[in-house]
C-alpha cells in the first residue's frame, strides 16, 4: 500500500493487465473508464487467459478441487516446477488441465531428461573446445 510506487509501476512504459476469461468484459470496457475517470492511463493492452482446470472442471471453492501453489512449490523446493509447466503445458489463450502427474513428469522428464542432457552435452563441448 505504498502510494509512491503507483507513478513507477503505472505511468510508465506498457501496461499490461492479465485477466481471467471470466471477467475480460469488465476489463476491457468497464475498467478503462474507471481508470479514465480517475485521471489515470488505461491499459496498454489486455492479455485474457484462460481457466486452470482439474480433471476438465474450473477450479473452484465451491467445486472442492483447488491446488495449493505454495504446497506445490514446497515439495518441489522452487517455484521453477510449477512455472515450468504452467508456460509449457497451458496455453495462455485456452483452458488447460492440472494434474499433480503431469507436472512431475513434464518438471523430471522434460527438464532433467531432455534439457539436463543438453545441458551436459554444450558443457562437454565446452570442456573440450576449451582445455577445460
Same mark, same amino acid.
Given at each position: 500500500?505504498?502510494?509512491?510506487?503507483?507513478?513507477?509501476?503505472?505511468?510508465?512504459?506498457?501496461?499490461?493487465?492479465?485477466?481471467?476469461?471470466?471477467?475480460?468484459?469488465?476489463?476491457?470496457?468497464?475498467?478503462?473508464?474507471?481508470?479514465?475517470?480517475?485521471?489515470?492511463?488505461?491499459?496498454?493492452?489486455?492479455?485474457?487467459?484462460?481457466?486452470?482446470?482439474? @480433471? *476438465?472442471?474450473?477450479?473452484?471453492?465451491?467445486? *472442492?478441487?483447488?491446488?495449493?501453489?505454495?504446497?506445490?512449490?514446497?515439495?518441489?523446493?522452487?517455484? @521453477?516446477?510449477?512455472?515450468?509447466?504452467?508456460?509449457?503445458?497451458?496455453?495462455? *489463450?485456452? @483452458?488447460?488441465?492440472?494434474?499433480?502427474?503431469?507436472?512431475?513428469?513434464?518438471?523430471?522428464?522434460?527438464?532433467?531428461?531432455?534439457?539436463?542432457?543438453?545441458?551436459?552435452?554444450?558443457?562437454?563441448?565446452?570442456?573440450?573446445?576449451?582445455?577445460?
Amino acid at each position: 500500500s505504498d502510494v509512491t510506487l503507483l507513478p513507477r509501476y503505472w505511468n510508465g512504459g506498457q501496461r499490461i493487465h492479465v485477466v481471467g476469461k471470466g471477467i475480460s468484459k469488465f476489463h476491457a470496457i468497464y475498467w478503462p473508464a474507471i481508470l479514465l475517470s480517475a485521471g489515470l492511463p488505461p491499459p496498454s493492452s489486455i492479455l485474457v487467459h484462460g481457466y486452470v482446470t482439474v @480433471d *476438465g472442471r474450473k477450479i473452484g471453492k465451491s467445486a *472442492g478441487n483447488g491446488i495449493d501453489p505454495e504446497g506445490i512449490i514446497q515439495s518441489y523446493e522452487t517455484p @521453477d516446477a510449477l512455472r515450468y509447466y504452467l508456460l509449457r503445458h497451458i496455453r495462455s *489463450g485456452d @483452458d488447460g488441465d492440472f494434474s499433480a502427474e503431469r507436472l512431475e513428469a513434464a518438471w523430471s522428464g522434460e527438464l532433467a531428461g531432455q534439457h539436463g542432457s543438453l545441458a551436459n552435452r554444450v558443457l562437454a563441448l565446452l570442456s573440450t573446445s576449451f582445455n577445460g
